[in-house]
Each structure stands twice: as structure tokens, then as C-alpha cells.
């Protein structure tokens, strides 16, 4: 029994690939991810959402009284179960999409109302920077940080933008913003997808030379017959 080898495009990001007539393949990537500030806005609707559900269990405790430990041990649980619940579906509802277009020609960067085409055939690649603003952020949380005192030391500022990156295509070491990702992890399995895209058209493309270059580089003799065999 022979396994299935494992595709390098499996998983996300979502990757589809197509071939035309001369096999040269586009390959179609539609990159989603939280920026930071869907980050932040998930956050205090998560934190709403929680507080809300713990209104409604004190509520509900006063009005039935007399608990058992396993109800009184639902209530109390509900809303940090409703914090994340809400949570873990807004980062996957708000996620940002932007798809790109790898063509044997080109590499292309496809938003709602606008398309950006570069040529392929000249030096480009894929690089991740923090956040532009990530440094002034920190000075902001730290001197918040110094001022706070007493138990509110316990709940330090999220530093939503210093763990953000820019996804940047490098277009003759010009700095192109694909988008801005929030968290590394996921940046780094973007870029690790565009990277390997890039590569394998890169040895596809000399593939393709090395099969007509033979064809290419022929001169006819005098005297032969165009297209003849022996």
C-alpha cells in the first residue's frame, strides 16, 4: 500500500493552482488574517460579551437561590466559557482576506477595489517588518504600566501593533505592503507559503528553458529541410 505524498500547498493558506496548454502553472493564494486592529476590536467585544453573560448569571443566582455546587460552579464559569467563545469566533469571522496571483509573468495583489501588478521577471521576494508603529506603542504601554497601582498591576496593556508585522513584497528592494498580520506565527506561515511558491516556479521556469532550450538555440544548416527528420 503507497501513501499519498504530502502536498506542499495542504492547508491554509488556501492555495489553488492551474496549468495552461505549455504547463506552466498560476497559482492563487488567498491570505487571511487579524490586523491588529480587528484584534483589539474582538478583544472588547469578547470582554462585553463576557460581562454581559456574568450580568445575567448573578441574575439568574439571585432569582433561583439555593444552588448545588455544580450549578453555582456553572454560573460562575459561564462567562469567562462565553469571553472565549466569542472570542475564538471573531478572529476567525473578521479575518482580513487579500489574495495574490503568482503568473509564470507576474505576481499580482488583489483587494476589493483595487489590483497591483508587478513583473516576476525582475528581482522580488517576500519579507516580514514589525509594525511601523510598534516602538511607539511600547513607549505608551510602559508609561501607563508605571502608573498604574494596586490590583490593576495585574492586567498590563496588550501590545497589539509590537505583535504585528507587515507581509511585504520586495519589488527591486521597494517595500510593498501585502498586509499587516497580527500574531508571528501566522505571519510566518504566510510568508513561508509565498516563499515556497516562489520557489517552485523559479525551478519550473528553468525547467521549461532547459526543455526548449535545444529548439531555441538550433541554427538550420544550408541546405536542410525545415522541420525534417532522419
Known amino acids: 500500500m503507497t501513501s499519498k505524498v504530502q502536498s506542499p500547498f495542504d492547508g491554509k493558506p488556501t492555495t489553488t493552482e492551474f496549468k495552461d496548454d505549455d504547463g506552466r502553472s498560476t497559482y492563487t493564494v488567498a491570505l487571511k488574517a487579524m490586523t491588529p486592529l480587528r484584534a483589539r476590536i474582538a478583544h472588547w467585544l469578547s470582554l462585553l460579551a463576557g460581562i454581559a453573560v456574568a450580568i445575567c448569571a448573578v441574575r439568574l443566582a439571585f432569582q433561583l437561590g439555593g444552588l448545588d455546587w455544580y450549578e453555582a460552579a456553572a454560573l460562575l464559569v459561564s462567562p469567562i466559557l462565553a469571553y472565549w467563545a466569542m472570542r475564538f469566533w471573531l478572529y476567525y469571522a473578521?479575518?482580513?482576506?487579500?489574495?495574490?496571483?503568482?503568473?509564470?509573468e507576474q505576481f499580482q495583489?488583489?483587494?476589493?477595489?483595487?489590483?497591483?501588478?508587478?513583473?516576476?521577471?525582475?528581482?522580488?521576494?517576500?519579507?516580514l517588518y514589525h509594525h511601523d508603529r510598534a516602538g511607539r506603542e511600547e513607549e505608551v504601554a510602559s508609561f501607563r504600566e508605571r502608573r498604574r497601582n494596586g490590583w490593576w498591576q495585574l492586567f498590563p496593556p496588550k501590545r497589539y501593533l509590537g505583535n504585528s508585522y507587515h507581509l511585504s513584497f520586495q519589488y527591486l528592494d521597494q517595500r510593498n505592503i501585502i498586509m499587516t498580520v497580527y500574531r508571528h506565527k501566522h505571519a510566518q506561515r504566510l510568508l513561508a507559503r509565498l516563499n515556497a511558491i516562489k520557489r517552485i516556479l523559479e525551478t519550473e521556469a528553468k525547467g521549461i528553458d532547459e526543455v526548449q532550450s535545444p529548439q531555441r538555440d538550433w541554427t538550420a544548416q544550408p541546405g536542410e529541410l525545415s522541420g525534417s527528420t532522419l
Open 94 to 104: 473578521m479575518q482580513r482576506c487579500v489574495r495574490v496571483v503568482f503568473t509564470p
Open 109 to 127: 495583489i488583489e483587494r476589493l477595489f483595487s489590483i497591483k501588478r508587478y513583473d516576476r521577471n525582475l528581482p522580488h521576494g517576500f519579507a
